[in-house]
T-cell receptor, first 115, second 113 residues
Framework: GESVGLHLPTLSVQEGDNSIINCAYSNSASDYFIWYKQESGKGPQFIIDIRSNMDKRQGQRVTVLLNKTVKHLSLQIAATQPGDSAVYFCAEINAGGTSYGKLTFGQGTILTVHP | ETGVTQTPRHLVMGMTNKKSLKCEQHLGHNAMYWYKQSAKKPLELMFVYNFKEQTENNSVPSRFSPECPNSSHLFLHLHTLQPEDSALYLC????????????FGSGTRLTVV
């Protein structure tokens, strides 16, 4: 079946370093991807999204890269801060077929930023 | 606050109890969702409502009963739950089920004893 998965379950970095979190997806029909951050005791918080007609999108300190050839998504966080410590999820939406509107989540990556 | 408010934040209930979770969104969205988040598992979609009509029931046991009286409010009625139903229950909303603007609430941490 369709799935979205993460390569690394945990990532530890030093404050100020850049972080890269990776995600692989299997459904080539997916046309919209979202990265979420979830802090302890909170719901997932939207970080950045990208549509399948783009390969890169930048936000404030974050960049999402989409490689449709190998079905790979990454989230880059520049100058990582202790407040960035959280679980990061990628998610995909398939806008067509029986999966219309169903947001499929990956397992999540735990990012720990050391001062 | 994300614009999606869930109450209560924490709930402890016995297996014979009946309780309800509430979700309210002030974003003008037309679609609302219930998700279950268990430890070490991806988020699991439970129910989807679009314009108050249920469009998805992801094989959820009947001890979970959703209710959507209008596009801004969503309830999850719980009865005769099992300990394995203990989890974080998340509500989300979006501008139609295309998913754009998908926003989550902070969740209700449910413990079944």
């Amino acid at each position: 079946g369709e799935s979205v998965g993460l390569h690394l379950p945990t990532l530890s970095v030093q404050e100020g370093d850049n972080s890269i979190i990776n995600c692989a997806y299997s459904n080539s029909a997916s046309d919209y991807f979202i990265w979420y951050k979830q802090e302890s005791g909170k719901g997932p918080q939207f970080i950045i999204d990208i549509r399948s007609n783009m390969d890169k999108r930048q936000g404030q300190r974050v960049t999402v890269l989409l490689n449709k050839t190998v079905k790979h998504l990454s989230l880059q966080i520049a100058a990582t801060q202790p407040g960035d410590s959280a679980v990061y999820f990628c998610a995909e939406i398939n806008a067509g077929g029986t999966s219309y509107g169903k947001l499929t989540f990956g397992q999540g990556t735990i990012l720990t930023v050391h001062p | 606050e994300t614009g999606v408010t869930q109450t209560p934040r924490h709930l402890v209930m016995g297996m014979t109890n009946k309780k309800s979770l509430k979700c309210e969104q002030h974003l003008g969205h037309n679609a609302m969702y219930w998700y279950k988040q268990s430890a070490k598992k991806p988020l699991e979609l439970m129910f989807v409502y679009n314009f108050k009509e249920q469009t998805e029931n992801n094989s959820v046991p009947s001890r979970f009963s959703p209710e959507c009286p209008n596009s801004s409010h969503l309830f999850l009625h719980l009865h005769t739950l099992q300990p394995e139903d203990s989890a974080l229950y998340l509500c989300a909303s979006s501008q139609e089920t295309a998913g754009y603007g998908y926003t989550f609430g902070s969740g209700t941490r449910l413990t079944v004893v």
